[in-house]
């Protein structure tokens, strides 16, 4: 009997990263703290937190399917998954199912009823997909067409992607895949060819003015933080006041000037890094940066744990997805990096990208519980 019980709980021991679930429980409840404190004097305010605790509740669901699904399913589905991550992508643009924010058709909805952001679960299936094509190299990817193979791929979900247009989301795909790529054992002067046609792609995308006007003025402002103050540096110039605001040990939860006196604009969203640093300073920041820290080290180790190449990318992949969101958004509110739509993994408002994360950290957990074959 007691074999029986040892032997029970060293399966549930090895399906079970204990680390990851701490460091995702960490944010989950860091996030929820915050945006309790965002959206307090905010009308609805009570209203937007109590949906927020239902995104994460919802985000449980695919975080657990994820997880005792095997991953390996995955890959013999990859057909089935890149017809329907090209159906999420267009289906904003879909005449009765698009609904408009910021300039952009972001949201799946029926009627005036809005459902969710499909760009935030294509991720995942972009991450899925992507694994499946670089896993077929067996990590030799060393000729020219191996690498114009993926690219076309992630050329076809770019269009689709900019169609709404959500260039935020376009930035995403591309770090996602690079990570990828990185792991699927991409030769190193594919990358340095890769960045001279980006920088060029950047380069003729200005030239032609090719981006919306809202985001060419956000580009201007990154590159010049004093131009329009008042208008396109607005929101820049708010939330590096917050976070300057802040000092070392922050203002107190709720106690924040720029978010209650409404100076700082979508602060429980995009900014929400500029309400954690105005209200809990530096140290709050440093104890966000170091769960983040935790969390992409553990998985990291799980990668290099995987016993497949499929599943060393699909960790990879999430890594690359919440790696390149973290530096972007915290970035923006800082001046570093230009202002987009990302969202900040786990704290943003927002159920669309909780239940993705959520969802990444179950086909993490996915790959962790299945490193000895079971």
Known sequence: MRKVEKTRWKSVRDAVNVPLLLWTIGLVIYGSVVVASATSGMTGGPGMFRRHLLGVAIGLVPMIVAWVVDYKVLKHWSGPLMVALSFLLISPRIPGLGGAAKGATLWLQIGDVRLFQPSEPAKLLLIVVMAALIADFEGKMDRPKDVARIMGYLAMAMVLILLQPDLGTGLVFIAITMTMLLVGGMKGRYFAVLALVGALGIGVVLGFHLLQQYQEDRLLVFVDPT????????????????????????????????????????????????????????????????????????????????????????????????????????????????????????????????????????????????????
Request: hydrophobic share 50%; glycine share 16%; proline share 3%.
């Open 227 to 374: 131009r329009d103050p008042q208008g396109a540096g607005y929101n820049l110039a708010q939330a590096k006041i917050a976070i300057g605001s802040g000092g070392v040990s922050g203002q107190g939860l709720g106690s924040g000037t720029q978010g209650n006196l409404h100076f700082l604009p979508e602060r429980h969203t995009d900014f929400i890094f500029a309400v954690l640093g105005e209200e809990l300073g530096f140290v709050g920041a440093l104890l966000l940066l170091g769960l983040y820290l935790a969390l992409l080290v553990t998985a990291l180790a799980i990668a290099a744990s995987s016993r497949d190449l499929y599943g060393a990318l699909i960790v990879a992949g999430v890594i690359g997805m919440w790696t390149f969101q973290i530096l972007e958004n915290i970035g923006m509110s800082l001046g570093m990096m230009p202002i987009t739509g990302i969202p900040l993994p786990f704290l943003s408002f927002g159920s669309s990208a909780m239940v993705t994360n959520l969802g990444g950290v179950g086909l993490i957990l996915s790959v962790w519980s299945r490193r000895y074959g079971t």
